[in-house]
């Protein structure tokens, strides 16, 4: 499994970036997909999660309303378009690709493919 993370970049407050993350596996359509940062001298975290289907997504609180997770199985790629950004989100992104069940997809235990990341900097 390869997972191929991008759009990051150098961003002021309040402006957007569209994170892409292809994935090299088998049948797309069987994994919940999750993005999860990690910002310098912090632990990684959950930031959203995707069912299977894309019908059910889950929000971390501090990116509801400025977030979205989406995927499209037909291209294996999971999308974050992040909008309002602040420096708060600064922080390498990491999709992450699991068989878990859904309910579990915010536990960062549970996924044992990460990729590279994307480096995400917002200036303020």
């Known amino acids: 499994v390869q997972l191929q993370a991008s759009g990051g970049g150098l961003v002021q407050a309040g402006g957007s970036l569209r994170l892409s993350c292809a994935a090299s596996?088998?049948?797309?359509?069987?994994?919940?997909m999750a993005w999860f940062r990690q910002a310098p001298g912090k632990e990684r975290e959950f930031v959203a999660s995707?069912?299977?289907?894309?019908?059910?997504?889950k929000l971390t609180d501090s990116v509801k309303g400025r977030f979205t997770i989406a995927r499209d199985n037909a291209k294996n790629t999971v999308y974050l378009q992040m909008n309002s950004l602040k420096p708060d989100d600064t922080a390498v992104y990491y999709c992450?690709?699991?068989?878990?069940?859904?309910?579990?997809?915010?536990?960062?235990?549970?996924?044992?493919?990460w990729g590279l990341g994307t480096q995400v900097t917002v200036s303020s």
């Open positions: 596996v088998f049948n797309f359509r069987n994994y919940v």
């Open positions: 992450g690709l699991t068989s878990i069940i859904y309910s579990r997809s915010t536990e960062a235990e549970q996924y044992g493919n």
């Open positions: 995707i069912n299977r289907s894309g019908g059910s997504t």
